[in-house]
């Protein structure tokens, strides 16, 4: 079983940055791939980055290339999501999720709301 909690959103300019936190319960948190997803308001939920458990691979939507950076850190058991030049279309609830290599997403963290003002 993995609890999520994420933290470090907020209300920021266009161009400005923040990092998101997530972090996770339990001792095989290493042993775990992370994403990070984000839902805003009528739309669905969409990927937008992902590390495997070694944190070899990174996989990026087109969306956020160049601009988002996701990575982690298994001593502290947490996964990070460094947002930079941030627009107002990158507004949504973002959430983190855990899974097991080779399978579907199964934890999901309660979210955590970032706005991009224009």
């Known amino acids: 079983q993995v609890q999520l909690v994420e933290s470090g959103g907020g209300l920021v300019q266009a161009g400005g940055s923040l990092r998101l936190s997530c972090a996770a319960s339990g001792r095989t948190f290493s042993a775990y791939d992370m994403g990070w997803f984000r839902q805003a308001p009528g739309k669905e939920r969409e990927s937008v980055a992902a590390i495997t458990w070694s944190g070899i691979i990174t996989y990026y939507a087109d969306s956020v290339k160049g601009r988002f950076t996701i990575s982690r850190d298994d001593a502290k058991n947490t996964v990070y999501l460094q947002m930079n030049s941030l627009k107002p279309e990158d507004t949504a609830v973002y959430y983190c999720?855990?899974?097991?290599?080779?399978?579907?997403?199964?934890?999901w963290g309660q979210g955590t709301q970032v706005t991009v003002s224009s």
């Open positions: 999720a855990a899974k097991k290599p080779y399978m579907a997403y199964d934890y």
